[in-house]
């Protein structure tokens, strides 16, 4: 069975920083691409970050300086730090694992207050 589990998310004020992390089990967690998403109360689910099998990163223009990813495949674990937060970073946030077949996880709140 496979599972992703988020967790590090909370409430932090503006300008704080937050780490999340995401633990895969029930698949070669080294394979799959693994990327964060975000969905705020109302909008679409967009994409944060992605990070592939061999460590290259992207990530969306409008993140770009303020949240890293990475990954560390010894503890099939992939994290988002997120740095100078943002009120309109308030979201739930997803990770997700892509190869043949891509599986979600269940997310986890990151609030940023004003």
């Known amino acids: 069975q496979v599972q992703l589990v988020e967790s590090g998310g909370g409430l932090v004020q503006a300008g704080g920083s937050l780490r999340l992390s995401c633990v895969a089990s029930?698949?070669?967690?080294?394979?799959?691409?693994m990327s964060w998403y975000r969905q705020a109360l109302g909008k679409q689910r967009e994409l944060v970050a992605t990070i592939t099998t061999v460590g290259a990163t992207n990530y969306a223009d409008s993140l770009k300086g303020r949240f890293t990813i990475s990954r560390d495949n010894a503890k099939n674990t992939v994290y988002l730090q997120m740095n100078s937060l943002k009120p309109e970073d308030t979201a739930v946030y997803y990770c997700?694992?892509?190869?043949?077949?891509?599986?979600w996880g269940q997310g986890t709140q990151v609030t940023v207050s004003s």
């Open positions: 997700k694992a892509t190869a043949l077949l891509a599986y």
């Open positions: 029930g698949i070669v967690f080294s394979s799959y691409a």
